[in-house]
């Protein structure tokens, strides 16, 4: 019995050995393109889904996926059918993540943005500062990864609301659900934060319909992909007032080409894709509990939906 490292995101084999070998002895660890016999392959880890490299693992139980998105995954006609995936999230969430999403949540609420334009005017003047409880929050997504950011920003004093494609009777916060209640959240956010999964109906979701729902000079901050922004949109959007900001740690394509309008833009903040990026020693458990839980017969954790996309 074997496990697969795939075009591995994060660690060396032995960097993942450790963990492993010392709660399945027995177990042993492959790094790709290394295989050995596919045939005593049963647990494969994913990192970039290149998946078409593989060749044919007929005895397949279970797929991990140091991703957060799976929608490259499940998109690629090499991807293994049937087979269950899982993410490598902790399932209190990730605290680098939570501390990125604050960070720049605060750095669009205290005007950072546009005290850095006015830096290189050389322009001494001051913004009037709303509080944290004038500040409202929207939330696109309310899943793993996003509910720690939203405890920290109540906690901070930030009136904070997510947006869900179904009702979440009990969340702490005020859930929008639906498509019919999107423009309610969108009218009553000042900072939108995306955490959305990227599937066909997330698409595109930060556009001008959009821009044009939420309050005048609000902001944006896209941590999901970078398909859920049409770029050109966004722009404009920012160009006449109705934005007053946007950070974009992901873009569409990555890497950004070096002649996007997006990188010179005085109100686009651009980072390269730098978010979550976990360490070994904190995805190795996530996966170490769901192969005892398969193994056991008990319900994985993270397990992802190959019709939803996520």
């Known amino acids: 019995m074997a496990l697969l490292i795939f075009n591995s995101l994060r660690g060396k084999k032995g960097d993942w050995a450790k963990y492993f070998n010392s709660e399945f002895p027995n177990l042993e660890v492959r790094e790709w393109p290394d295989i050995g016999d596919p045939k005593e392959i049963k647990y494969l880890i994913i990192g970039r889904p290149t998946l078409q490299e593989l060749p044919p693992l007929p005895n397949l139980a279970l797929m991990l996926t140091m991703l957060a998105g799976v929608e490259g995954i499940y998109s690629n006609p090499a991807c293994p059918q049937g087979i269950p995936l899982v993410k490598g999230e902790p399932e209190e969430g990730d605290p680098s993540l939570t501390e990125y999403g604050v960070t720049h949540v605060l750095r669009h609420h205290r005007n950072l943005q546009t005290y850095l334009n006015y830096q290189r005017q050389h322009r001494w003047q001051e913004i ?174 993270q397990l992802t939906d190959s019709i939803k996309g996520y």
């Open 128 to 301: 009037e500062q709303k509080t944290a409880e004038e500040q409202r929050i929207g939330l696109l997504g309310y899943g793993t990864m996003c509910k720690p950011i939203a405890s920290v920003l109540v906690d901070m004093g930030f009136d904070v609301a997510a947006w869900t494609r179904t009702p979440k009777t009990r969340a702490p916060i005020k859930i929008f659900s639906g498509l019919g209640q999107f423009d309610t959240f969108l009218k009553r956010t000042d900072i939108a934060v995306c955490l959305l999964p990227f599937t066909p109906e997330t698409k595109g979701i930060l556009n001008s319909n959009t821009f044009s729902k939420m309050p005048k000079g609000a902001s944006i901050i896209n941590l999901g992909r970078g398909g859920h922004v049409i770029d050109d949109d966004l722009i404009a959007a920012l160009d006449n007032g109705q934005l007053s900001a946007a950070t974009l740690d992901v873009t569409e394509p990555e890497p950004l080409p070096i002649d996007s309008p997006l990188w010179d833009h005085p109100s686009i903040t651009v980072l390269p894709h730098v978010a979550r990026r976990p360490p070994v020693a904190q995805i190795a458990p996530v996966f170490i509990e769901n192969i005892k839980r398969f193994e056991s017969n008990k319900a994985l954790l």
